[in-house]
């Protein structure tokens, strides 16, 4: 059996029925304007499910634009706009009578440009939103808001023509507020003209999704996020025990005692990321019924081998200091900040405050009062491993 690192759909993603039923009922419907925001930690499966979404509109006739922030590079408000562009045109590429990408409209001089748009016999305002992005990418003009707005208003121009519901995927939405031009911030001015947009929008919906909660709550979950009463939230959560037997059965064929399962739940925090390196890990073994003991071996065999290659990149992500509280969670289990502080010789506020950015970027969770666990065993395993 193949294992993926990159987003699955259809089969291969397992129990997300009911979130699936929840969204698609909704989306599917032409009329409604109700849209989404899924949060939800790292490698939960959040992309997983914007792309199977993605795939059953678009066998329902409905126009899917799918942009990442994560892939905005560099992290441009104009590259963000450029590809937002390029992604529109690919979606109703079949329901226009041209193609164009940005790159190749910058090259264009501003006259040239027009009589091109011109020549197409676009309705105006199609080409005056066209016209003012390839602008603004190419320099000539310097309003940000402007811009986005007429980037943001093409597609819905162009669903309106087409008469088909439109639905405009960002992933990783939180990274928007840290969008630049040169080297300043526009990112929180940005959120705001994707909320005024999306108020006026006739033909599209907003689905975002984010996995820092922070963030994820000053734009679209706290009562005075702007896109607050605009979209419905759904968290994703890890996998539980009985989508383990359901992931054992579809990836691995082979028979799972309920310990083993319990060892994988535990081992894997349920996250399907986990799951598949597990996965494949315990392909290999010849035995075809794993126990509890397979489970352990084959966690430390991929953390030995393979650790740094899955889990170095969370440190990307981490202040030095958080660092710290981390690798002391991990070797202590020390769970209280006051655990932490004495273990690491630290103040007490400072490490009620990293427990906050660290809760923040989902890698530790609060269970119980004042009690903080890894949000991700392998992690801690791994951390383990490397001190
Ligand atoms: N329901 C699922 N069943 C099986 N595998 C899954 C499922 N959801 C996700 N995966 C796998 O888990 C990994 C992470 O999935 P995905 O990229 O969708 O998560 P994400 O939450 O978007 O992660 P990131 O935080 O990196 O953006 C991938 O290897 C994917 O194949
Ligand atoms: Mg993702």
Not at 17 to 31: C, G, H, T, V, W
Not at 121 to 143: C, H, P, Q
Not at 266 to 271: L, R
Not at 280 to 305: Q, T
Request: charged letters at 25%.
């Amino acid at each position: 059996m193949t294992f993926y690192l990159t987003p699955v759909t259809g089969k291969l993603l397992i129990n997300r029925e009911e979130e699936l039923k929840q969204i698609l009922s909704e989306l599917y419907k032409q009329d409604s304007r109700i849209g989404f925001s899924l949060t939800g930690i790292r490698r939960v499966g959040k992309t997983s499910i914007l792309y199977d979404i993605k795939e059953k509109l678009e066998r329902k006739g409905i126009v899917v634009i799918y942009v990442s922030v994560w892939k905005t590079i560099p992290d441009t408000l104009d590259t963000f706009l450029s590809n937002l562009f390029d992604e529109t045109m690919l979606a109703f590429r079949n329901k226009l009578p041209f193609k164009m990408k940005m790159s190749e409209l910058v090259r264009m001089s501003k006259e040239t440009l027009l009589s091109f748009l011109e020549h197409l016999k676009l309705s105006f305002d199609l080409g005056a939103d066209i016209s003012y992005t390839a602008s603004y990418v190419r320099g000539d003009e310097k309003d940000v808001s402007k811009a986005t707005i007429h980037t943001l208003n093409l597609l819905d121009k162009l669903a309106q023509k087409a008469k088909i519901k439109c639905v405009l995927m960002i992933d990783e939405f939180p990274s928007v507020t840290e969008l630049k031009i040169g080297r300043k911030m526009v990112g929180p001015a940005i959120v705001k003209s994707i909320r005024t947009i999306n108020e006026t929008y006739k033909k599209t919906v907003l689905v975002i999704s984010g996995s820092y909660m922070h963030t994820m709550q000053s734009v679209a979950l706290s009562a005075k996020a702007p896109l607050y009463k605009q979209l419905i939230n759904i968290e994703i959560k890890p996998l539980d025990k009985e989508a383990i037997f359901e992931f054992a059965q579809t990836y691995l064929r082979k028979k799972l005692s309920e310990g083993a399962v319990n060892a994988l739940l535990e081992a894997s925090s349920g996250i399907p990321y986990n799951l598949q390196i597990l996965g494949r890990e315990l392909d290999y073994l010849d035995a075809e019924d794993l126990d509890a003991d397979a489970m352990l071996k084959a966690v430390a065999s991929v953390i030995r081998r393979e650790g740094d290659l899955h889990f170095r990149e969370y440190m990307n992500i981490m202040q030095s200091t958080e660092v710290k509280v981390a690798k002391i969670m991990a070797l202590t289990n020390a769970r209280s900040p006051k655990e932490i502080a004495d273990g690491g010789n630290m103040q007490l506020n400072e490490v009620t405050a990293l427990l906050r950015n660290l809760l923040d970027k989902g890698i530790v969770r609060k269970v119980g009062r004042g009690e903080y666990v890894f949000t991700d065993n392998m992690f801690k395993e791994w951390l383990k491993h490397i001190c």
